[in-house]
């Protein structure tokens, strides 16, 4: 071995550290992105009122894209997207919202003038506090699509996916089933009857996070290995 090589062989060795000099591990640095990603989830929130900020409509694509790669049975994607920003129109779900909570009240209860006229602003301050978003959503489903029978679980999926990305980028959206009958829905949209509502949602900078309302223990949730009674 010639010298220079020896020398290199040596110097090589010595900075190889013994088992007691070897530092310890250097804390796990944390990994980036995750911790926030799942905090989306968490401080997801249903909304209930708006402010009337506008909705970029990049922001809008970016939501209804993520929506758009949910889970989907055999890949079918069963889904379309119907997004209603016309005031006049949603003027119109409104009122037809309105008079039909107030033929079903009217149904059940027999109500006094009053007391009808009562009802009648109430749910007119609850929908204009919805409609208040300047954004309005129908998540559907087309009872034509290749596996119909799996289109009630597909449906879901998409409309959380839409919530939880909407969220991500600072938007309140609220899951609605019955705030806004389907069959109004339906009609004041002119929805074929081939695509079935699965909910709908106003989507919009909320006037406030709502609290997180309470929600049940892990603990309570979730069995390990077995589930007893
Ligand atoms: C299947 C389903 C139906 C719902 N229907 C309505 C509705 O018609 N109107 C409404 O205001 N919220 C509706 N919600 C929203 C729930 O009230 C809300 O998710 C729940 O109270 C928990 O609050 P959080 O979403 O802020 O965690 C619905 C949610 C689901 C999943």
Redesign the pocket.
Known sequence: MRLTALFVLLTALAAVPSAQSVPPPAPAAPVPGPAPFLQVFKE?????NFRPDAVPREHLLQILDIARTAPTSGNQQPWKFLVIQDRSRLDALAAATVEAYTARYQESKKPTAQELAAFQDKYRQVCAR?LSAPVFIIVLTDSKSKYPDYNKWDG?MA?GYL?VAARALGYGT???????PFDVVQRVFDIPERYEVV??TPLGVPVEW?A??P?KALDDLVAWERLAE
């Open positions: 997801r929130r249903s909304v209930r919805y879901p409309a919530m609220v899951f609605c089933t019955d705030s806004f909910c709908t709502p997180a309302p929600k």
